[in-house]
């Protein structure tokens, strides 16, 4: 009787395996499309304190995954921007009345500082930068709320810039958006904004390179701002997310 030989099992080949989102490098992050897109919403005050930041939304109006999206939200909460709640999600981060106060307190100490360093360390160069900002702000138009509020801004990120201080420059750009979140959430309706004002002063004071009167200038135009802001709780009506950044026009340039 002949024996039957086994049957052979084929073997199954390994189904393959599916691509997962790249993660973004966190050496990068900083730079990442979804981070900066959030930022200058933020720094607009486009985006209100309170406002929640959902996910699908977010994943949606920049082109790209939820993953993605997470991942830019955890680096926000961990800059103190944005707040995740178990269970309720991410929204922009709402200061408290004694850190609105706390900001403007850190900008009288930090400004003042690179106030004095860029007029030690001005040269041709950086008289120029500073002269073509300030004929920038002079030409804007004022109605163009956006651009306004980027335009004061740069302002005193250029005079940070200027300082020659990376450590300097980093705290001032923290601060500078801090200060959108604290007067979004404390601002009283019709105070008007003295910045475009202030700075032409400021700025002829820094080319001059007259120390003290460049320090004082600076700490009364950032007392001028904290009187924009008076204790309150305010619930104003948060901008529909997909509307904000698709009029910003942030797209996620990776990840897909």
């Given at each position: 009787m002949k024996r039957s030989r086994p049957l052979k099992r084929k073997t199954k080949r390994p189904e393959p395996k599916r691509s997962e989102p790249e993660a973004v490098d966190p050496r990068s992050i900083d730079d990442d499309a979804v981070v900066q897109g959030i930022l200058t919403a933020i720094s607009q005050k486009r985006l209100k304190p309170g406002a929640k930041l959902g996910e699908d939304k977010l994943a949606a109006a920049f082109g790209t995954t939820r993953i993605h999206i997470r991942q830019a939200l955890s680096h926000l909460a961990s800059r103190k921007v944005v707040m995740q709640i178990p269970n309720r999600g991410a929204f922009v981060y709402r200061p408290t009345w004694e850190e609105a106060q706390d900001i403007f307190a850190a900008r009288r100490i930090i400004e003042t500082a690179t106030v004095a360093a860029a007029i030690d360390r001005l040269d041709k160069s950086g008289k120029a930068e500073l002269k073509a900002h300030m004929e920038l702000e002079a030409r804007h138009d004022r109605n163009d709320r956006w651009a306004s509020l980027s335009l004061t801004a740069e302002f005193h990120i250029l005079v940070a810039k200027l300082a020659g201080n990376q450590v300097l420059l980093d705290m001032s750009r923290e601060l500078m958006l801090r200060t959108s979140l604290a007067?979004?959430?404390?601002?009283?309706?019709?105070?008007?904004?003295?910045?475009?004002?202030?700075?032409?002063?400021?700025?002829?004071?820094?080319?001059?390179?007259?120390?003290?009167?460049?320090?004082?200038?600076?700490?009364?135009?950032?007392?001028?701002?904290?009187?924009?802001?008076?204790?309150?709780?305010?619930?104003?009506?948060?901008?529909?997310?997909?509307?904000?950044?698709?009029?910003?026009?942030?797209?996620?340039?990776?990840?897909?």
């Open positions: 007067i979004a959430t404390f601002e009283q309706p019709g105070e008007p904004d003295c910045s475009p004002d202030a700075h032409p002063d400021i700025g002829a004071l820094i080319l001059a390179r007259d120390k003290a009167g460049a320090i004082h200038a600076m700490r009364h135009h950032i007392e001028e701002m904290e009187q924009r802001i008076r204790p309150r709780e305010g619930e104003d009506e948060v901008d529909e997310l997909t509307a904000i950044f698709q009029e910003i026009g942030a797209r996620a340039r990776a990840g897909g």
